[in-house]
């Protein structure tokens, strides 16, 4: 995962010019090797890929609504409804 970039640029530029003086900022995440496709909560997850979600979560500094762990429409976990705190 890279979750930033560290630019060398001093001033603003247009983005393909900033894109050309960054470079990533890697994380290394413990990962899992278990099946993932039958889950149907966050905790039948394994826990490394738990400690994965709640690491984005971190980093974009938003709570994570769904998560996708397979590729049928009943394969997406709904973790949080995002309409219940609209109310």
Request: hydrophobic share 45%; proline share 7%; charged share 25%.
């Amino acid at each position: 995962m890279a979750p930033g970039f560290v630019s060398w640029v001093g001033t603003i530029a247009p983005v393909l010019l900033w894109m050309n003086a960054v470079e990533p900022v890697y994380e290394e995440l413990d990962g899992w090797k278990t099946e993932i496709k039958g889950a149907r909560t966050l905790a039948d997850l394994p826990p490394n890929a738990q400690r994965y979600l709640r690491r984005i979560e971190e980093l974009i500094g938003t709570k994570i609504v769904m998560v996708s762990v397979g590729s049928e429409r009943n394969e997406t976990l709904g973790v949080k409804n995002p309409f219940l705190d609209l109310a």
